[in-house]
């Protein structure tokens, strides 16, 4: 699917910095601006590196200034608002955006075509760019580009004292270097300094200003009548890494040059000094024909959202191993957010050899019946403050051999499910356990585990100890599971059998609510039992569940009343005294409002999910209901040209959900819509 955008979708400055594009390195970097090129918020980077995956990044070029020289006067392309009220306003030259394998720029001035294409390379901190200049104005030209650099870690600002050492194709900065291959001429230059204001982060209450420096730029001169293309590699190495990179004035002797290798002829993977920007914009689009070719989706919001998947995950240093960021720009990889988004981020894409990666490596770090919840950088231990990330791990090992009948795997994790199950029913770790109901009690004090665990101070917003919903119905879930894993190895799963059959019993007669005609949030014997809330739709969602057909339709038909819209699920009913409206501002009234109201994309697939099952009863049903959840999710087309370009974000504000919040690009909110995707077309297969 190809996003076009033109001149009526930046008729103003801020029109123009609504929408951002994202391009990741499979290692915890990424290259993120707004469509007219310019940065919103500290965080926003033409090249963020990471220099120990998937977590320890470095905004390294922070932007990109650029300029058309004509006639005795400057021209500026890119566009930037700065910290004294002033802006560059390339954004008036800009004539179209496009982004579907890479961002494409398209810009005119005065008879000059400019256009300029990027691209990031796969496990390198490696950024790519090339402008093809057209010149048809009758007179000759100069076209420049400054990078402007920070060398800071993601989310600081530079500090006065910071050390910056400028050569031409060379910077380097608190043990970082950035080197800088073209074909154009490079050049020191005197050192500038630029503020910025980033109006995105300024609506939120965080840090409003940051700093750059530039000391270097690249420039090329375009003869009237003539076209000319220059490319531009930049990559960032850690310390030592001080050799000198060569002028390559022969690196692109012709454009348009159609014999493009990415590999030598031994097979070795080239680096990015023998790779030309075109090669590395090349590889970037075979790359993600390639993912959408291994998904076999039919549906072009499908195949997007298949590509947008992979930018998720990630190697990890310390494990070895692959794992899922959360989100973009903010978040790093978390147990319970990627057994969320594991399903469809790596199932729904076919991407079996990373989902068995990551299993793996939360199985290897296992401890006390719980998955981590964060793997900190460094010495440290893994945090594991989640109740539900061990229940889903399960639930991912359940659908991995769903996908592909690999009983040699389920082998291996089974002596893991088996202490996840033992440890829930004999009790762990933040007061989680069986109650003699055969239903699982979690948290304690001020530890929040379930996903709604928002805390401020002292003060739990959406307080949830006790027996959560979904909680125990992943535990449902994670007992059938384990009877049909156990009867296909030989044994009669009895044990897990009888216990599951207590279980259900004991949550209908816990949870419903009859004259709500829905299931309660949660057992504490406190207000927020009986709160409406969107939890309670995986109680219907997974594999296996607990309630009669009837009940589960009007769960569904509830949730669809309070909590639906057409890009998620509010979190609390509206008519709730406690619901807020809206997300926004410090970060108190941010967590205040993060789990009361505020509309999450991630249920949504859930929600579909819950809905094709609760009207697919026979045949006719079954057909209608698809039909209406094809229509019903076009609507996404909208969500995905909004914010993050091809992405799916955390959150809208509760009341109105009209703009993206929170994570730009956020793993489970594409990875549950996929899901819904997948199961809509192997019906139709």
């Known amino acids: 699917m190809k996003w076009v955008y033109g001149k009526q979708d930046w008729k103003t400055f801020e029109r123009g910095q609504e929408n951002c594009y994202l391009m990741t390195n499979g290692l915890g970097g990424f290259s993120s601006m707004t469509m007219t090129g310019s940065a919103t918020r500290n965080d926003h980077a033409f090249l963020m590196a990471c220099m120990k995956a998937p977590n320890n990044r470095y905004n390294v070029i922070h932007r990109l200034a650029e300029r058309v020289e004509a006639d005795g006067k400057e021209y500026p392309l890119s566009s930037q608002e700065f910290a004294d009220g002033t802006r560059e306003e390339g954004y008036r030259y800009l004539s179209s955006f496009s982004y579907e394998d890479t961002p494409i720029w398209r810009f005119l001035v005065n008879g000059i075509e400019i256009e300029k294409e990027a691209a990031m390379r796969q496990g390198e901190n490696t950024a790519a760019v090339i402008y093809r200049v057209r010149n048809r104005s009758g007179k000759d030209i100069r076209f420049t580009v400054t990078p402007f650099v920070q060398f800071v870690p993601k989310g600081s600002d530079m500090e006065e004292r910071q050390v910056l050492r400028f050569e031409a194709d060379r910077i380097e900065s608190g043990g970082l270097t950035l080197s800088i291959r073209t074909d154009g001429e490079a ?21 409003s200003t940051g700093k750059a420096k530039a000391g270097c730029r690249i420039s090329a001169g375009v003869k009237a009548g003539e076209y000319r293309e220059l490319g531009i590699v930049f990559s960032v190495c850690g310390a030592g890494a001080r050799e000198p990179m060569p002028h390559s004035t022969g690196f692109r002797a012709e454009a348009g040059n159609p014999d493009i290798h990415t590999r030598s002829r031994a097979g070795v993977r080239m680096s990015w000094r023998e790779m030309t920007a075109w090669q ?76 068995r990666s990551i299993l793996r490596t939360f199985a290897r770090y296992e401890k006390d019946a719980l998955m981590p919840n964060l793997f900190p950088e460094g010495g440290e231990e893994p945090m594991y403050n989640t109740v539900d990330a061990a229940l889903l791990f399960i639930n991912c090992v359940w659908l991995y051999y769903d996908a592909t009948e690999d009983l040699a795997f389920v082998e291996e994790m089974y002596p893991v499910m088996e202490r996840i199950l033992e440890g829930y029913r004999k009790g762990t770790r ?29 003060i739990l917003p959406t307080p949830r100890h006790g027996k959560p919903v979904e909680v125990n119905a ?3 879930n994670a007992l059938c599971i384990m009877a049909a894993f156990s009867r296909k190895r030989g044994g009669d799963g009895a044990e897990y059998e009888r216990l599951a059959e207590k279980v259900r019993g004991s ?26 809330r969107c939890n309670q739709i995986w109680a219907i969602s997974m594999p296996f569940t607990m309630l009669d057909p009837e009940r589960e339709r009007q769960v569904v038909d509830t949730v669809f009343e309070k909590l639906y819209t057409p890009y998620g699920l509010r979190t609390l009913s509206q008519d709730d005294p406690q619901f807020r409206p809206s997300y926004g501002g410090e970060v108190l009234e941010r967590d205040l409002a993060y789990h009361q109201g505020t509309v999450w994309a991630y249920p949504l697939g859930a929600y579909y999910l819950a809905y094709l099952k609760v009207n697919g009863r026979n045949g006719e049903e079954r057909k ?8 019903q999710m076009q609507v996404l087309e909208s969500a995905l040209r909004e914010g993050c370009i091809g992405q799916l974000p955390e959150i809208y504000d509760g009341e109105n959900p009209v703009s993206s919040k929170g994570c730009f690009a956020q793993a489970w909110s594409v990875g549950e819509i996929l899901r819904v995707y997948e199961h809509l077309e192997k019906v139709s297969e």
Do not use: N
Not at 187 to 207: H, L, M, P, Q, V
Not at 430 to 437: A, N, P, S, V, Y
Not at 624 to 631: F, T
């Open 187 to 207: 050049e020191k230059i005197t050192e500038k300094e630029e503020t910025y204001f980033y109006s995105y982060d300024a609506c939120d209450g965080r840090r």
């Open 474 to 476: 992943y535990w449902y």
């Open 624 to 631: 209608r209901a698809e039909e209406y959840v094809r229509d």
């Open 280 to 355: 590395i914009i090349e590889e970037q689009k075979a790359c993600r024909k390639e993912l959408e070719e291994r998904a076999g989706f039919s549906s072009d919001m499908a195949v997007c959202l298949a590509k947008s998947a992979s930018q998720f995950i990630a190697k990890r240093e310390s494990t070895g191993g692959d794992t899922i960021l959360a989100g973009f720009p903010f978040f790093e990889d978390w147990g319970r957010d990627t057994m969320i988004a594991l399903p469809g981020v790596c199932l729904s894409t076919r991407r079996y050899d990373e989902a």
């Open 507 to 532: 949550f209908a007669e816990a949870f419903w609510m009859e004259e709500k005609h829905c299931l309660k949030d949660v057992i504490s014997g406190t207000d927020a039992d009986t709160q409406i």
């Open 430 to 458: 933040f007061g989680i356990h069986m109650d003699e109901d055969g239903l699982i009690m979690a948290g304690e004090g001020l530890d929040q585990v379930t996903w709604m665990d928002v805390r401020v101070g002292e």
